[in-house]
DNA sequence: CTGAAAGCGCTTACAG
DNA sequence: CTGAAAGCGCTTACAG
């Protein structure tokens, strides 16, 4: 079977604890010893048990990343980020998705404690109480896009509402008037700040506000296919379409052309994300570039620093820029 | 503090042996017994200690897919199909991307000791040897896309060339005589794979065979925008083009519009693997189609199996078709 | 610089 | 049906 400690220290003529600390570096042992300790170790591919050492002192080198969902560009984006972060930093990686229930988030969570040194938590749905009742205490969190405040954990949130603003105005000052958006899943967080950006861009702007012109969507291609359905009967008819994001926008773009309505010419479209694939597009498409490997990054650094600091330290309130990225689907590029 | 079986015990006026029975309905326990035992733990927030509970039964409840990379929608989708099924046999699941790279292979096998029940690795480049030797043994182990034949291990491949084969050979059909290739990452694989497909559909079909319509990439969106470019430089111009990955379709088609080139009437193209944004494409993508997130709960499948086998099971080695899809970039859909 | 021993928090034969 | 006790394989004060 697997060798353990013992073994190592029979054949090495020292005590166990003498292989323990020239194994990981910590104590002082005399070179000489410490170098047979490691030879003989090899030579019998010695690796020490996980979960004894994790019971030992309380560790587990292990982080989990728990996401809403894993479906698409984005999420998957976000979980190279953390994946290379945490490798960096020599921690192992758990992913778990949630499906945005709140019985599957409970659960995760639940499950998770002992197994963890710390939590990234992706929820963005608007459930702010459940969430923060389930949270484990004395765990280390990092709350991507959840609309959790307080200042019990370290947070990450993207600046949704500027960056939707961005985006609109962009349309606008190119003469849109009538823009239409097709908004995220309902009572998610993002969704509603990218809304809240929409209609100031508009009516500052001077465009139409109106019911009608925000249409339902779920940050899926095939929901953003449907939206352009009911935008095409909308009279007069849009100019622009903002797509909560790239995904939608996609879609968007598909049904047009299948209804034979040319992007932009006569229909501009603008998405939000900058998922890799949205520069390969013809017409590429502009969005409100987010980092999103970069976002997972982040988590992964704030969570360690948390680790680290044992959770004592003054939690940080983070927000990431949007940026808006001109290219062809909206008609514009100069 | 974390609340400890001790604790429980205590409450319950019991012995830990009979709380440890009651929580994990193994042994009999009076049903008094147990439902007191259950409310008390509840009413503290006891959770057992996984590492400890680890150490005595030598299960972490735990599995590892091991990925070349986290990029793109290809992976994205392994991972949700495994996180699916892996949810649903309460595994919890841990990703980790090697890169490709020998030394990151080993180091992640190697961490991995102990620290899971199970791995699932997908290393599409040819290296069995390498591969081979860094395979812990007594650890059940399910390879994916690996060139490492034998009956040590459980294995799901992907029909690569009979794929291709269909692909090509629908071009083929439809008149195409001279059709290029890019190629996907060298020593892939998957690449050769698909190459080989190609090279036999199309000297069936008394297409052109030559080393300038086989043109290098690298399976990114990229490495098929930069391939257009010396496709386009060939005289004469190929007709049609099969991308050996749907990314490098997205760049190719990409490139190709730049060139003002219309696709499929000027060039067709078809790809491989049916990532879901595919078929919003416009034109949408003709591609071999792959059901990719049922390839990750398959190797979570059979890898579950394994562990519930102690290993001592009969190994399979299991073939994943892939469909030929008509769509639009390929200019036949009939 | 090294060792003996306690302790981490569970599970599971073995008795009764 | 329940308990006492051994054991899982480490780490880490405490001595020396």
Redesign the interface.
């Known amino acids: 079977?697997?060798p353990t400690i013992k073994e190592v220290a029979k054949k090495a003529a020292v005590s166990i604890a003498t292989v323990s600390r020239a194994l990981s570096n910590s104590g002082l042992v005399a070179e000489a010893t410490r170098d047979r300790i490691r030879q003989i170790a090899e030579e019998i591919h010695y690796?020490?048990?996980?979960?004894?050492r994790?019971?030992s002192t309380n560790r587990?080198d292990?982080i989990v990343l728990v996401l809403p969902d894993?479906?698409?560009?984005f999420?998957?984006e976000v979980?190279?980020g953390a994946?290379?972060r945490a490798?960096q930093h020599n921690y192992?990686?758990?992913?778990?998705?949630s499906h945005n229930n709140k019985g599957d988030i409970e659960s995760a969570l639940?499950?998770m404690?002992?197994?963890v040194d710390g939590i990234v938590i992706m929820s963005p749905n608007i459930d702010a109480h459940t969430l923060e009742s389930s949270l484990p205490k004395?765990l280390p969190v990092v709350l991507l896009n959840c609309s959790v405040d307080g200042e019990r954990c370290d947070s990450i949130n993207i600046d949704d509402s500027q960056g939707a603003y961005q985006v609109v105005r962009h349309l606008i000052s190119h003469g849109h008037r009538r823009i239409a958006i097709i908004k995220g899943t309902p009572n998610n967080l993002d969704a509603e700040e990218r809304l809240l950006g929409y209609r100031k861009a508009v009516s500052e702007g001077g465009g139409d506000i109106s019911e009608e012109l925000e249409v339902d969507g779920n940050f899926t291609?095939l929901s953003g296919?449907e939206a352009v359905t009911k935008i095409l009967g909308l009279n007069p008819r849009p100019t622009a379409i903002f797509a909560s994001n790239d995904s939608m926008a996609?879609?968007a773009?598909?049904a047009l052309?299948?209804n034979g309505i040319q992007v932009p010419t006569e229909m501009a479209i603008a998405g939000f994300d900058d998922i890799?694939?949205a520069e390969?597009?013809?017409p590429?498409l502009t969005t409100a570039r987010i980092a999103i490997s970069e976002l997972g990054a982040m988590a992964v650094e704030t969570l360690v620093n948390a680790v680290k600091e044992r959770n004592a330290h003054t939690k940080k309130q983070l927000v990431l820029q949007a940026n808006l990225v001109v290219r062809e689907s909206c008609g514009c590029s100069d």
Chains 1, 2 share one sequence.
């Open positions: 079977m697997k690796t020490p048990n996980v979960s004894a994790s019971l587990t292990t894993l479906f698409g560009e999420f998957s979980i190279r994946d290379q490798q192992h990686l758990l992913v778990s998705s639940h499950s404690r002992g197994r004395s291609e296919q996609i879609g773009i598909s052309r299948k890799p694939v390969y597009l013809r590429s």
